[in-house]
């Protein structure tokens, strides 16, 4: 369970990969996103609005990592404690 939750995380979490891969920026996950949101924001003159919407984005993005842990968190749980019982 703990291999799947790391790579759950690795995967959400990544923006080399889709970076690089995809040339349409419609296919580019929230991670790729919200940085070009920010660059936008930071090239912009740092308007406040697009930095609260970079903020609030990355909040957002959380929440599935959240949800994942909460649900997975009892099969983690027993497995970590499972391992260490010596029998």
């Known amino acids: 369970m703990t291999v799947l939750l790391f790579t759950f995380v690795a ?3 990544n923006y080399f990969l889709p970076l690089v ?3 349409d920026s419609k296919w580019y996950p929230l991670t790729v996103g919200l940085a070009q ?15 609260n919407l970079v903020i ?3 909040a957002i993005s959380v929440v ?3 949800i994942a842990f909460l649900f997975l968190q009892r099969y983690w749980q027993s ?6 019982v010596k029998g």
Do not use: D, E, R
């Open 11 to 13: 995967t959400w979490n």
């Open 21 to 23: 891969l995809f040339s």
């Open 37 to 51: 949101w920010n660059a936008q924001a930071t090239a912009g003159g740092g308007a406040t609005a697009a930095f």
């Open 56 to 58: 609030t984005g990355a």
């Open 64 to 66: 599935p990592l959240i």
């Open 79 to 84: 497995g970590l404690s499972a391992g260490s």
